[in-house]
């Protein structure tokens, strides 16, 4: 058996930013230091900040008065900005600058006019982040067929923004469904889907092309891990999403000569290591080898409280 690691796979630019925030508030301010939510969506990553000192919760009123308190890169709404301030907590934003602009872009959207449609999954926390950010009524939209069901006259001025985590191919069907459904609409000149979701995209997208099966290792609740996943299934290899070697099924790669391997945004690498050593015990004489693909460079400066 052979494995073939996706290139580019694993941390984003956001990610390594969002996490840095953590560890180096922890050497300034000491701990503990509580994060709003999963700082990223990666059960291994939370459980190494927790073991440095740093605290998880859902909501701000889990924090006392006076702690250093992290936004985790997904965002927040305006509501939570407030609420961290009328109690004076000390905050580091780690919203991904990608996930900011596109909270400016909605926010321009709205201050000429336009009703804001933003297209991604409900519930998702930088969705919520999203909405609650713009200071208007958002309409989400999921699908094609929600468009349909959008309560907007259809010559209304419109604008849609998207979350930056979804397949490049689903966005481009709903952008073309509201185009054709509003007569007056803008979005952005270049697609809010972020670098790293779409490079990571492309190379699965090359991966399928070789490979018998596909592994993604990432978090069940980790968006760009799972679109990875859905890309392998619809050209037509199966795919699984993993969180680690543990969860490697032996029989998905039984008798399968190549093995696609790749890992989302929030998955660090030496969990793909865990699946290789995990792939190692199934065959002892597995060949190990990269995909020509994509270098990224991008990096997010810290907030200026951090720097050095
Ligand atoms: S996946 Fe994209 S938007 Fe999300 S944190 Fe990474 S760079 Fe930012």
Redesign the pocket.
Known sequence: MRVILAQPRG?????V??IDIVERALEKYGEPVYVRHEI?HNRHVVEALKSKGARFVEELTEVPDGAVTVFS??GVPQTVVKDAQSRGLPVLDAT????SKVHSQGKRYVAHGRTLVLIGHAGHP?VEGTMGQVGAPVHLVQSEKDVETLPIPSDAPVAYVTQ??LSIDDTKGIIAALKRRFSDIVGPETSDI????QNRQMAVRDLCRVADVILVVGAKNSS?SNRLREIGIEEGVPSYLITDGDELDPSWVRGMKTVGLTA???APEELVLNVIAALRRIDADLEVSQMHGKKEH?E?RLPAELRN
Do not use: D, K, Q
């Open positions: 941390f984003c630019a956001g990610v930013r969002a990223v890169a997904h991904c600058p990608l996930v930088e930056t985590t972020c670098y790293a979701t760009n989302g945004a929030s991008i997010f």
